[in-house]
């Protein structure tokens, strides 16, 4: 077997026991778990705070009008959902979108560990103040506003791995105030000029 198929077989394998878990109360009304889907070998990951209403129908991450617009962002640097990784910090969706509650993080996030270990991707790029300040503490680096830090190239190490941390919007922020609009295509030039850099592995 190829390094790739036993990727891709680990990954699946990964995926299929979080559409199980039951490890934590966010699963109870819930449709479906959303693991996270894209290239199981990406450079580039995206990871967003939880999934929302339409991500709990379908079990994918970021459809919708947010997922729209990322699709648009990507295809900006000429790449599209299969060339990258997309997920979340927790996989079943808070009731009524509420915040996840640290306990639920701290439970669901060996998930998105064990994603990255995987994968071992050269960019993880953060979406929103939420995903931001949790993936951010991880290492840590502590902000006030993700105005202050989007858009700048953290090198550092996260879960075990050399990773540069490029924090962003939400493409939802977007949808509500369309001047985060520009500042999301720098973002996504900066990303685009990170992918050329070679950093050792
Ligand atoms: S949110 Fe995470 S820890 Fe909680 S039940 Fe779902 S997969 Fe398990």
Same mark, same amino acid.
């Given at each position: 077997?190829?390094?790739?198929?036993?990727?891709?077989? =680990?990954? $699946?394998?990964? +995926?299929?026991?979080?559409?199980?878990?039951?490890?934590?109360?966010?699963?109870?009304?819930?449709?479906? /778990?959303?693991?996270?889907? &894209?290239?199981?070998?990406?450079? @580039?990951?995206?990871? &967003?705070?939880?999934?929302?209403? =339409?991500?709990?129908? *379908?079990?994918?991450?970021? %459809?919708?009008?947010?997922?729209?617009? @990322?699709?648009?962002?990507?295809?900006?640097?000429?790449? *599209?959902?299969? !060339?990258?990784?997309?997920?979340?910090? #927790?996989?079943?969706?808070?009731?009524?979108?509420?915040?996840?509650?640290? +306990?639920?993080?701290?439970?669901?996030?060996?998930?998105?560990?064990? =994603?990255?270990?995987?994968?071992?991707?050269?960019?993880? #790029? *953060?979406?929103?103040?939420?995903?931001?300040?949790?993936?951010? +503490?991880?290492?840590?680096?502590?902000?006030?506003?993700?105005?202050?830090?989007?858009?700048? #190239?953290?090198? %550092?190490?996260?879960? $075990?791995?050399? %990773?540069?941390?490029?924090?962003?919007?939400?493409?939802?922020? /977007?949808?509500?105030?369309? /001047?985060?609009?520009? !500042?999301?295509?720098? !973002?996504?030039r900066t990303i685009r000029d990170e992918l050329t850099v070679t950093e050792p592995r």
């Amino acid at each position: 077997m190829d390094e790739s198929t036993h990727r891709r077989e =680990q990954m $699946g394998e990964l +995926s299929s026991v979080i559409r199980e878990c039951r490890k934590c109360p966010l699963w109870k009304d819930t449709h479906n /778990a959303v693991p996270g889907e &894209g290239n199981p070998a990406a450079k @580039l990951v995206f990871i &967003g705070e939880a999934p929302g209403r =339409q991500e709990d129908l *379908t079990g994918r991450p970021f %459809v919708g009008r947010a997922g729209s617009l @990322l699709e648009r962002l990507l295809a900006g640097i000429g790449l *599209t959902r299969s !060339d990258v990784f997309i997920a979340n910090i #927790v996989k079943h969706r808070p009731p009524e979108n509420r915040d996840p509650r640290e +306990s639920e993080i701290e439970i669901c996030t060996p998930y998105l560990d064990q =994603q990255i270990r995987l994968i071992e991707p050269e960019i993880i #790029v *953060t979406l929103g103040r939420h995903s931001t300040r949790y993936i951010l +503490s991880r290492v840590p680096i502590e902000f006030e506003k993700i105005t202050d830090i989007r858009g700048k #190239v953290f090198p %550092v190490t996260f879960a $075990g791995r050399k %990773v540069r941390i490029i924090p962003t919007f939400h493409p939802a922020a /977007a949808l509500y105030n369309p /001047a985060y609009r520009a !500042d999301l295509e720098e !973002d996504f030039r900066t990303i685009r000029d990170e992918l050329t850099v070679t950093e050792p592995r």
